[in-house]
Nanobody
Framework: QVQLVESGGGLVQAGGSLRLSCAAPGRDFSISFWGWFRQAPEKEREFVAGINWGGRSTSYADSVKGRFTISRDNAKNTVYLQMNSLKPEDTAVYYC???????????????????WGQGTQVTVSS
């Protein structure tokens, strides 16, 4: 089964930056959308950002707009999440996801993604 491989999490001070990466090894899986989600302790998983295969359509949660940027490299089958001006409330396990379905717009619901990464911890200290 195809799985996504994430990297780039860690500990950073408030105001700092981190860049998450997520790769989809193999050439048999066709990706229409990439997404990033996060889950903080005792909270539900929430949408963070998403992008379509062509890269022209993106979507962000209001809480990260202007601070986070999602991008992708189709040649490497990889998606990135550049996180700037990090806040303690950004602390969570971050998951990347991919969808092989061509939705009308960038999906923000986790059930629309059919492949997931294992998650990477991001901790922002105050």
């Amino acid at each position: 089964q195809v799985q996504l491989v994430e990297s780039g999490g860690g500990l950073v001070q408030a105001g700092g930056s981190l860049r998450l990466s997520c790769a989809a090894p193999g050439r048999d899986f066709s990706i229409s959308f990439w997404g990033w989600f996060r889950q903080a302790p005792e909270k539900e998983r929430e949408f963070v950002a998403g992008i379509n295969w062509g890269g022209r359509s993106t979507s962000y949660a209001d809480s990260v707009k202007g601070r986070f940027t999602i991008s992708r490299d189709n040649a490497k089958n990889t998606v990135y999440l550049q996180m700037n001006s990090l806040k303690p409330e950004d602390t969570a396990v971050y998951y990347c996801a991919a969808s092989s379905t061509y939705w009308v717009s960038v999906p923000t619901n986790d059930y629309r993604y059919n492949v997931w990464g294992q998650g990477t911890q991001v901790t922002v200290s105050s």
